[in-house]
């Protein structure tokens, strides 16, 4: 069987130089491979009746002098939702306060001064609530997304996995296949690299599959995610100057998702600058089977407005990066590769974007969204936390990188210890309460009311991406996730301190199976 973008058929003779990049390819495969998929793609997109550049788009015309340019508004729907959220949270939450502790005595003797002390942890949550805040305001949604024309560069949508759930991953090839149809931007292939040696039920020739084999060992002896991922760095046959969109095995893309990375690598070609990109992930996608658990996961969306945004516009991973939707160039990738050893195995996507900052490489934001699907149990959902918590404190202490780089993680990572603990001392200041300082009330409280707009503005665009208009039903999902919020706390609190009292050495996978 073959698909649309791939048939089959004679190569003509092979040159040294790629005929769309003018750039030398570095061996035959590599050529092969290339000069295949271009033109089933331009015969493809010759049926489309798309235009596709015959060679590598013109130098990117002067840029038009400040006074010129259209400017960006001020107020847009997505700043008016962080602004009225962030100011009726606050107003609310010292209403709360109010209602709780009418009083508020003050405390007497050293017993109670010390209790006192304990709303300290509440300032834990000051600098990435900052931060976030600044990611959001400072947010807007992509314009002009429909208007991304065709670009030439081959993309490989690379997927790894364990192999354990093939269903899911048939369901990610077909989506790419199905969504690749409707939004023809690229040339692509999808690499899916496999621990076990599982036989795929698709046999398409827009399909490659890399099995890592059972004696297979890295310089370093990476494990898990990171030895798949140098495996298909070292054995894959994809061009040099191909582009990669990492996958997991659930991350399926859309056509906004498709238009961003087209544009992306449009810009990146044009500049030569070939920043690595990252976008946001919805997870929407089980929300009829899972709904408790998706709505604990908004925050996750939120969080990619808000600080991992902010990191990418500022074009440093401050904040790290997720292992799906990584948007890079593979020479780029190569330059570092994957093999940190051990330690760089748990969280190998922000070890390895600081080894890349710290190479020269810078990053970007990547316009459009991807849809993942948000745990299907509580105790995965723990266990999900407990492993970045773990990882990220690995890569803070590990990474072969000077300190300044790892210096914003480690932060935060500390920071983020303080959450169990910051839970425990609300839940016990309601019974043996008295009067806070009214700077930590206001720092804690914007805090709070930061973590609450996360929460708001993901549900926001998983709303709209999901289809639920009716302002009926959103409003009760609003309600439903501003109740919800002291649960969804306290889970997110209990994988920081699942760690602190049981931390694991392995890789916890989350079963996402999808029923």
């Known amino acids: 069987m073959t698909h649309g973008l791939f048939k089959q058929g004679t190569a003509g003779p092979l040159s040294g130089t790629d005929p769309l990049t003018d750039l030398p390819y570095q061996t035959e495969a590599d050529a092969l491979t290339a000069q295949v998929t271009q033109e089933a793609y331009r015969e493809y997109l010759a049926r489309q009746e798309v235009q596709l550049p015959a060679q590598a788009p013109p130098p990117p015309p002067e840029k038009q002098p400040w006074h010129q340019r259209r400017a960006v508004p001020l107020i847009t729907g997505h700043r008016l ?199 946001a992930i919805l997870y929407h996608r089980a929300w009829r089977r899972h709904p408790f658990l998706t709505l604990a996961d908004m925050v996750r969306t939120g969080d990619d407005f808000a600080r991992f945004h902010l990191g990418h516009r500022v074009g440093i991973t401050l904040f790290g990066l997720h292992g799906s939707f990584i948007v890079v160039k593979n020479r780029v990738e190569k330059a570092t590769g994957f093999d940190f050893g051990p330690q760089g195995s748990i969280t190998e996507d922000a070890f390895w974007a600081l080894v890349s900052m710290e190479a020269g490489y810078r990053c970007r934001w990547v316009d459009g969204y991807l849809e993942e699907q948000s745990t299907e149990s509580v105790m995965d959902f723990v266990k999900q936390r407990r492993r970045w918590y773990q990882g990220l404190a690995k890569v803070a ?14 932060t935060n990572t500390i920071l983020w210890t303080l959450a169990p603990f910051a839970v425990l001392y609300t839940a016990a200041h309601f019974a043996y309460g008295s009067s806070v300082m009214a700077p930590v009330k206001l720092m804690a409280d914007l805090s709070m009311a930061s973590f609450l707009t996360l929460y708001v503005c993901g549900l926001r665009e998983n709303l709209r991406e999901h289809g639920i208009t009716s302002p009926v039903q959103r409003a009760a999902w609003y309600a439903l996730q501003v109740m919800l919020l002291p649960v969804f706390c306290t889970l997110e609190a209990a994988g920081v301190m699942l760690a602190i009292v049981h931390p694991v050495k392995g890789f916890h996978v989350v079963s996402k199976d999808g029923k």
């Open 397 to 410: 202490i590990h990474a072969p990188v000077k300190l300044r780089w790892r210096l914003v993680i480690g």
């Open 81 to 279: 939702l962080v602004v009225l959220t962030m100011t009726a949270a606050s107003l609310a939450l010292f209403r709360l306060q109010l209602a709780f502790w009418p009083g508020g005595s003050s405390p007497r003797g050293i017993g109670p001064d010390m209790w006192n002390w304990g709303t300290l942890t509440w300032l834990g949550a000051v600098i990435p609530g900052a931060a976030g805040l600044a990611g959001m305001l400072i947010f807007r949604k992509p314009e002009g997304l429909n208007q991304v024309r065709p670009v030439p560069q081959l993309v490989s949508w690379r997927i790894v996995s364990r192999g354990m759930n093939i269903r899911m991953v048939t369901e990610t090839i077909r989506r790419c296949q199905a969504e690749m149809a409707q939004t023809p931007l690229f040339p692509y292939i999808i690499e899916v690299i496999t621990d076990t040696p599982t036989e795929l039920a698709i046999k398409d020739d827009d399909v490659r599959h890399l099995v890592v084999p059972a004696g297979y060992e890295t310089s370093n002896g990476s494990l898990f995610k990171a030895r798949g991922l140098q495996y298909a760095l070292e054995n894959s046959p994809l061009p040099q100057d191909a582009w990669i969109v990492h996958l997991d095995e659930e991350t399926q893309p859309t056509a906004s998702g498709i238009q961003g990375i087209a544009r992306m690598i449009m810009e990146e070609e044009e500049s030569g600058q070939y920043r690595i990109g990252q976008g």
